[in-house]
């Protein structure tokens, strides 16, 4: 019957479908998905990982942008009543309404995804804004972007991405998956990664939007000193009296370095 429904894979939705079965119940071990857990899948695809995850846990919303696979999951799970697909771009869905009000009795998710590679970054912000309902989240990106999510201050790859995620949530690369697991198989190695919203940050920022645009102009040009990086924000800034080094480069600060300096700006006057 699964010929019925033959699908050619779309590149503009990055599609690349896992077919590797070792991997795929690797992935679902590492999720370790409880019978009453609140699972929501992005990117369902043709159901690769939905299989392992619907046996595990009955309740599972999938988020699925190409219509063309709908039938096909709705076919395929038709035995699970409480598997359920919105079809919608996730970048766009508003994920806070499958969890309820978390502290009236609200059922936290549990958000997986083999991850459209073309849209991670945007998809990885959009869900941080969901962070409070959200329990942890286990995702297959480009390994590059997993690199970047827990990469260290120093490093080549630490940027914006490191330091927004790394303030929200606990990250933990968990393991890469080479391109002959999927069909077609990409161009890129990728690697699964868990992330877990802090309950609070270790290191709160007095006001988390200044603490992103400080990250976002810092890291805009990453040679230059921080003095220099923070000028087109703050033209009159003295760098003496900035709480970190106004001569480092802001590739070398920590995200506590960033929370101390976006709190000392917010007693400036900006631009
Ligand atoms: N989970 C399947 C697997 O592992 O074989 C498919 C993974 S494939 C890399 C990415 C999936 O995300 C595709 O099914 C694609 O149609 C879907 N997708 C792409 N862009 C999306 C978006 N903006 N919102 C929701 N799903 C999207």
């Known amino acids: 019957m699964d010929n019925f429904f033959q699908h050619k894979a779309r590149k503009r939705f990055g599609q690349n479908f896992l077919v590797d079965e070792n991997i795929i119940e690797r992935i679902v071990r590492a999720i370790a998905p409880k019978e009453s857990d609140n699972l929501v899948e992005i990117g369902p695809g043709q159901g690769a990982i939905t299989r392992l995850l619907l046996q595990r846990c009955p309740s599972l919303t999938a988020v699925e942008l190409d219509r063309d696979l709908i039938p096909m999951l709705k076919f395929k799970f038709r035995d699970y009543p409480e598997f359920n697909i919105i079809e919608q771009d996730a970048l766009k869905f508003d994920f806070?309404?499958?969890?309820?009000?978390?502290?009236?009795?609200?059922?936290p998710l549990r958000i997986v995804g083999n991850l459209p590679y073309n849209i991670s970054t945007p998809l990885l912000f959009h869900l941080?804004?969901?962070?409070?309902?959200?329990?942890?989240m286990h995702f297959m990106l480009q390994k590059e972007v997993v690199d970047r999510l827990s990469a260290t201050p120093g490093s080549k790859s630490y940027g914006r991405l490191s330091v927004m995620v790394q303030y929200h949530c606990r990250v933990q690369g968990l393991f890469?998956?080479?391109?002959?697991?999927?069909?077609?198989?990409?161009?890129?190695?990728?690697?699964?990664?868990?992330?877990?919203?802090h309950t609070a940050p270790?290191?709160?920022?007095?006001?988390e939007q200044l603490l992103e645009r400080i990250v976002n102009v810092a890291f805009q040009q990453r040679r230059k000193t921080l003095r220099n990086a923070l000028?087109?924000?703050?033209?009159?800034?003295d760098p003496a009296l900035l709480p970190?080094?106004?001569?480092?480069?802001?590739?070398?600060?920590?995200?506590q370095e960033?929370?101390?300096?976006?709190?000392?700006?917010e007693t400036l006057t900006g631009d």
Do not use: N
């Not at 969890?99 to 009236?104: L, P, Q």
């Not at 970190?244 to 995200?255: H, I, K, W």
């Open 244 to 255: 970190v080094d106004a001569g480092r480069r802001p590739e070398t600060l920590s995200v």
């Open 96 to 107: 806070g309404t499958l969890a309820g009000d978390i502290r009236a009795g609200g059922r």
């Open 258 to 265: 960033f929370v101390q300096l976006a709190d000392y700006c």
């Open 231 to 237: 000028k087109p924000l703050y033209p009159e800034l």
């Open 176 to 197: 890469p998956v080479p391109p002959q697991s999927f069909r077609p198989a990409p161009k890129v190695e990728s690697a699964i990664v868990r992330l877990v919203p």
């Open 202 to 207: 270790p290191h709160p920022a007095k006001d």
């Open 128 to 136: 941080l804004s969901f962070r409070g309902a959200v329990q942890d």
